[in-house]
């Protein structure tokens, strides 16, 4: 069974594991960052902690935009840092049996941060793979512009 977070970005119906949610909040200002790749939006300061602020719309080759306050951020961990994703909704948690998620690799040669698709009655749901959201050259990226913002797990 997968307990995930159910979220939508301009239509596409993403899901992220509930283990690594540590919660959701309102859109807050966000400070751009300089030399970034356009997937990674800025930086916030939540309860101290400075995160990356990640656009999945970007991710999903949809047309990035500014985020607006009806957005949420969803915070969530990587083996490497704590993220904010910019989430257009927040659909709340869904149980998955194991079976109904279709390892996208079967489908695919490679899903990059799709890690599996669930069939949904009123479409497609996909499962990210948090450790492999962000690719090696925008973790690097990332690295060498913000050091060691967020915790890592």
Known sequence: MKRLLAIEVEGVRIAVHLDTVERVVRMVAVTPLPSVP????????????LLPVVDPRVRFGLTAREPRLDDRLVIVRTPERCLALVASEVHGVLEVEDAEAVPVTSILPSGGSVEAVVRLPDGLLLIQDMGRFLSLEEEMALRSVAGSTGEPR
């Open 38 to 49: 356009p997937i990674i939006r800025g930086l916030i300061n939540d309860r101290g902690r």
